[in-house]
């Protein structure tokens, strides 16, 4: 299987953009600006894993677990699954080319309306959600593809009355 990464020893010495971290926001701006001509480099700290390369065994996914927290770190620096451990949030994120998305199971949801109603978001967005928000959803949804969770599936924010979503 063809790798996309390269290896460090191949890095030029020069580039017009250097994008930091391959998950969603980097790799689609990484993608974007190559694509309309720019030399990019796209630096990840994890590796690249293909089907087959990730872990289904439970000391697999041990030997890929890192763990920061105010005591200190434990685990590999390049494991896959990576938690931050802070006094007032916890953070649960992925490690290799993809970042976050390698580990979230390609779960794409809208946030619900409760969430723009917290006054900690700009007035500018909180007052044009129907048009640009709506465009980005739009937007997203057409890069993406996403596909609905086929019916019976366990889906935890799952609300009666939502499209393909049976009352629970």
């Not at 191949?10 to 391959?22: A, T």
């Not at 938690?83 to 794409?108: E, P």
Request: hydrophobic share 30%.
């Amino acid at each position: 299987m063809i790798r996309l990464s390269s290896p460090v020893q191949l890095m030029k010495d020069r580039y017009d953009v250097v994008v930091v971290g391959s998950g969603y926001g980097g790799g689609i701006a990484a993608s974007r600006l190559s694509r309309a001509g720019r030399k990019v480099c796209l630096l990840e700290r994890g590796r690249e894993l293909h089907p087959g390369e990730y872990p289904d065994e439970f000391h697999e996914l041990a030997e890929e677990f890192q763990v920061t927290s105010p005591l200190g770190h434990d685990g590999p620096p390049t494991g896959l699954y990576d938690l931050r451990i802070h006094q007032d949030m916890s953070v649960f994120l992925g490690c290799g080319l993809g970042g976050t998305s390698l580990v979230n199971a390609n779960v794409s949801l809208r946030a619900e309306d409760r969430v723009f109603q917290d006054p900690r978001w700009p007035e500018r967005l909180r007052a044009d959600l129907a048009t640009r928000l709506a465009d980005g959803y739009r937007r997203a949804e057409e890069m993406l593809t996403p596909n609905p969770v086929p019916c019976g599936s366990r889906r935890p924010r799952c609300r009666g009355g939502s499209p393909g979503c049976p009352s629970m």
